[in-house]
C-alpha cells in the first residue's frame, strides 16, 4: 500500500522514496492484519478557508524553500530521515508499477505541493520515519504573490472533491480512501496566512493506516506536513512540528 499521490507526479526523490514507503506499510499490513480492527475514521467534516487578500514581496527560490525545512531535531526522538532506494544500493527503478486512483483527481490528495499546482518558483521536500510506522513528510512551494492565493484554493478543490475514492497500489492491490477534516492545531504562529487541516485514512487488505495532514499558506509559500502511521501522530506532536515549520517558512526573506 502506497500514498495516494501516483510517482509520476512527484518529484525524483520522491519517486526513490515512495516503493521504500510501500515496503514499510506492507510489513505493517503483515505484522497486523490479525488484531488490527479500527477503520481509522473521523466524524469532523472537512473545512475550508480563503486566503486573504494582500500578497506582495518576492516568490522564494528553491535554496530558500530547502533552508526553511524540518529536521530530525525538529521531530521526536526516534526518528530520522527516509532513507531512499539509492541508500540501501538498490535501483530506484522495479517492475510495472500498478498504481491507480478513482478518480483521477484525488491522485492528487498528499502529493508534493509543487506536483498539485505546478507553476512554482521552487519547491523543496523533507521525510521521516520514526517507530511503529511512523512517518512525517513535508513539502514547500514558492508562488508568485497573485499565484499562492489560486494555487491554496485548486489544493483545497482537489481535498473537496474526494471525500472517498479508491484505487490500487504498485502490485495491483485493491485500496480504499476515506478523507475528512484533521486535528484542531493549537499554538498555530500568527505567520500562517491560511491553514486546513485533513485526515486520510487508507485500508486494504483489513489494515488501516492513518495520514493527518496541514496545508498552511505563509507568505508567499505553502507549506503540507502529513505524518501517518497505525494510530494517529497525536495533535500535541503535530500542533508542534506544524509551529517550527510555519515560523521557519516565515523567516525567508523577502525582496
Known sequence: MRLPADCAQSTPESRCRRPLRAAVAAAAIAVLAACSSGDGSSDQPLTTVAVPDGASGSAPTAEQLTAALLTRTDLPAGFEPTPTLADFGLPETGGPDLASTDPTVCAAVLAPVAAQVTDVSGSAEASFTGSDFLTVDQTIAGYAPDAVGPAFDKIQSNLSACPRYSGTDADGVPVDYQLSGGPTLTNVPDAADALVTF?????SEGVTLVTDAVVAVVGNSILQISAGGLDPIGDDVLSAITAIAIE????????
Open 199 to 203: 485526515r486520510l485514512s487508507t485500508s
Open 248 to 255: 521557519r517558512a516565515a523567516a525567508v526573506p523577502e525582496a
